[in-house]
């Protein structure tokens, strides 16, 4: 395995770096407190090309692979995960699967646009009955002629209020279950799309989330995603990227909080001495390390896994799964290092924490992801 990346793509990871650090991280307090990202970071975002990771170079992107996304995603998780979430999902669950299962109209008419960020995408899966039992939807598409008419709700939707292209999945068979699910690409000036109110979150400020509802919406049957029944199938192997992705941005945050807390633990004095200096600390600073640069070589072999086009959907249970807990491992000892300043909300160090919180849920919860690997274990050990 050679996760060592190219002259190229260092470069752009410098600039990334940059970028996050002197033009997002500043305003990051002032995301948090308005929940809104500025319009000139989001502008100087699409300039840089940071809407287009995932989308070939065909179609206008930067077409990077899975270790090259990881790269740029792992700089991204550096700041305010509001902003971070905004592109994670874009370049993630929001237009993998347009790459991945779309046929060459649907990617000449989307990809440029969302390569560019002037169509920003979104992933539709979710509904009041069917969180972590995702084959339980009880969205409809019935096919009339060259349209399907989707009737149904998805809640819990990451851009949705500024989103324009929507994969969307809904049931076209009851009667075969999973095997009845079918994904569609949705526009959002559909005829009978409507999308609801902004959800107040603990976390993830700047990044918002909100329900859709399908009333006898129409979709062109050419607008079908992949083949009529493959849309669980499509929708286990999009959340297998995301979750890759998602690590990457974990891996980056707790980074960052390795580093806050080394330096506060070097600055604050007590006792006469830097706390750096208390052995307790050492090991809460010594541990939080540790767990990162684990994180950052099993983010980096799941990346390179995917790259090759092996069959990883344990591999990104599991890194997901671990992923979510370092993280909030990490930021919990952040928090203690840093003292009642960790908790003051005016101080970064609390924000990741609670921001922290949603890994262990979305994109599929911790318990789901034991599940899967629990399951792919049995299925490698009952070979004969």
Known sequence: MDFRLSEELLAMKETVREFVANEVEPHAMDIEREDRVP??????????????????EAYGGMGLDMVGKAAIFEELGKTINGYTTILGAHNGIGS???????????????????????????FALTEPQAGSNAAN???????????????????????APIAHVFTVMAVTDPA??????????VERDFPGFHVGSVEKKMGLHGSHTAQLYFEDMEVPVENVLGEEGQGYVNALKILANGRAGLAARCLGSCQYLV????????????FGKPIFEQQIIQHYLAEMAMETEV???????VAWQMDQGEDVVKEAAMLKLFASEVYNRVADKAVQVHGGIGYIADYPIERFYRDARITRIY???????????ASRLQREYSRP
Request: aromatic share 10%; charged share 30%; hydrophobic share 35%.
């Open 39 to 56: 319009d000139e970071i989001l502008d100087r975002s699409r300039r840089l090309g940071l809407f287009g990771l995932s989308i070939p």
């Open 96 to 122: 993998v699967g347009i790459v991945a299962f779309g046929n060459e109209d649907q990617r000449r008419r989307y990809l440029p646009k969302m390569a560019t960020g002037e169509w920003i995408g979104a």
């Open 137 to 159: 939807l009880q969205t409809t598409a019935e096919r009339k002629g060259d349209r399907y008419i989707l009737n149904g709700q998805k809640i819990y939707c990451t851009n």
């Open 176 to 185: 075969k279950g999973a095997k009845g699910i079918t994904s569609f690409i």
């Open 259 to 270: 580093d806050r807390s080394v330096r506060y633990a070097q600055e604050r004095v007590q």
């Open 295 to 301: 994180l950052r070589a099993f983010t980096y072999k």
């Open 363 to 373: 994109e599929g919860t911790s318990e789901i992801q034991k599940n899967i690997i």
